[in-house]
């Protein structure tokens, strides 16, 4: 049997892509016409609520987008 020194076996692997992940959002209106604002992107619903609490705001929307 003949040894076959220096040389070095690999195998190539495609890399996992990531999963995505849900980020989640409120966005809202301080009046029915007006601009609509947003708050950061959070990775629950509950962080997201946390920043909404300006007493101020008449409409809110839970949006949650994919990345």
């Known amino acids: 049997m003949k040894e076959d020194k220096g040389l070095t076996f690999a195998t190539a692997t495609e ?3 990531p999963r995505p992940k849900e980020h989640y959002f ?3 209106q301080y ?3 007006g601009q609509w604002f947003s708050t950061m992107l959070y990775d ?4 997201a609520a946390e920043n909404t609490t300006d007493k101020a705001i008449i409409r809110r929307k839970l949006c949650c987008v994919v990345l």
């Open 44 to 47: 629950t619903p509950e962080k």
């Open 31 to 33: 009046s029915l016409k």
């Open 26 to 28: 409120y966005a809202y």
């Open 15 to 17: 890399p996992e892509a």
